[in-house]
């Protein structure tokens, strides 16, 4: 790792979701869906997805999947939306208020945003999962509506449509890509505008989401995939490798990373990944994933400096696999969600295991956590002074107000007090 070249440093770490190039044709997609309305939805879905599209709500189909699809399938969404559902229960915070000195009472309440618009992935690859993902924590939060927006097909993905119903969803569009980003912000004659917009896309999904920030709020700006293996020589090299390989049949843009001090393990890494890419129906999109410069099965100098290579990175996957994982994750503070040992594969986390998926990527992993409850959630900070703990506070308030020139600030305190 010593050895990168400014280059390589570049590729591993200006990650970025690729939004510039699209930018301009967004901004003129959004324009034309504030104006038009379903009109100009339904002529960006014949343009970019090939479909003709009559109802954009497909609220009545979704329940209609959930019957259709094989029984096994059905299980296995219910079941790993119990365990997202019981995840993101735990997350809930409890309003509370307190005497922090006599008379002087503080706390804080949470409420959820009434109108909340989930995106859900389609085109290349359904995902079933980014709907318990999106959708649950947002009804767990107490959201009153969400509705989901998800790419049209001639034949809608079943199993993402049984998944949505499952996860609580109060409305379903089959409408993708920017226009289901402008929609869902300004509304149109179907689909009502929404508070908030959650949920990964393509790069166009994301421009479009930049765009609209601000007229809505958004969870953040996801890029391409990605993970980091951090591997010591008690690694078993097949485990390592797969998690790799898994990663990179997202998307021929993921950035597929494993780092060790270990030279035997890391070559044993760099040979199970050749042997196990050949074997995957998506070989194609994972070794273009694997083969590109974000990519790589790097040699640290020593176990601190593997450790300090994933602190910076900040990984939206973050798997550790090596003898005493607790003392790594104790000097890890940025991650998007971390696997700790051998047998928690990061495909877990993207399905059953109850943690959610939607994460940050391209190093926001620094700055910020993934989606939950909270993401749906308003603070409130609530207060109650009475006459003798405002008497105790008036001196500290009045000087300060005065001292930033707000004069009626002080004026509002002593008025309380005179005779």
């Known amino acids: ?58 609220t009545d189909e979704a329940e209609r999947a959930y019957d259709e699809i094989d029984d096994d399938v059905r299980e296995s969404i219910e079941s790993a939306a119990e365990n997202v559902r019981e995840f993101h229960e735990a997350q809930l915070p409890d309003d509370w208020r307190r005497e922090f000195s006599e008379g002087r009472e503080l706390g804080r309440r949470f409420r959820p945003l009434e109108r909340v618009g989930v995106y859900v992935p389609g085109g290349a690859a359904a995902y079933p999962s980014s709907a318990l993902m ?48 402008a929609a869902l912000a300004y509304g149109t004659e179907q689909i009502d505008c929404v508070q908030k917009i959650v949920g990964p896309g393509n790069k166009w999904v994301t421009a479009a989401k930049a765009e609209v920030r601000g007229d809505v709020t958004i969870d953040f700006l996801a890029g391409p995939s990605e993970v980091l293996v951090l591997a010591d020589e008690t ?116 399905y059953a295991s109850g943690t959610n998926h939607v994460l940050p990527t391209t190093g926001l992993a620094k700055l910020t956590g993934g989606l939950s409850v909270d993401t749906f959630l308003r603070e409130t900070t609530v207060q109650r002074l009475d006459r003798e703990a405002l008497s105790d506070l008036g001196d500290t308030v009045t000087t300060l107000a005065e001292a930033e020139g707000l004069e009626a600030h002080a004026e509002s305190v002593r008025k309380r007090f005179e005779d």
Do not use: W
């Open 235 to 350: 690694a078993n090299p097949a485990f390592v490798a797969s998690d790799l390989v898994a990663q990179a049949e997202h998307d021929s843009d993921a950035s597929v990373v494993a780092v060790t001090h270990h030279e035997e393990t890391a070559e044993e890494i760099a040979e199970e990944v050749e042997t196990q890419v050949e074997n995957r129906e998506r070989a194609d999109i994972a070794r273009e994933a694997l083969e590109s410069d974000a990519s790589g099965v790097l040699l640290a100098r020593s176990p601190s400096e593997a450790v300090l290579f994933a602190e910076e990175y900040a990984a939206e996957h973050l798997s550790i696999q090596a003898d005493d994982d607790e003392a790594i994750l104790d000097r890890i503070d940025s991650a998007g969600s971390v696997f700790l040992g051998p047998y928690t594969p990061v495909a877990a986390g993207d």
């Open 1 to 58: 790792m010593a050895d990168l070249r400014p280059d390589d440093r570049r590729a591993l770490f200006d990650r970025d979701a690729g939004i510039e190039a699209v930018r301009d044709d967004v901004r003129d997609i959004i324009g034309r869906v504030r104006e038009e309305g379903d009109v100009a939805v339904r002529e960006f879905c014949e343009e970019f997805d090939g479909v003709s599209v009559g109802n954009l709500d497909v």
């Open 134 to 181: 999106g959708v649950i924590p947002a009804k767990v939060a107490g959201v009153e509506q969400v509705a989901v927006a998800t790419p049209p097909a001639e034949e809608m993905n079943p199993v993402t449509l049984a998944a949505i119903h499952v996860a609580g969803a109060d409305r379903v569009f089959n409408v993708g890509g920017a226009q289901a980003v």
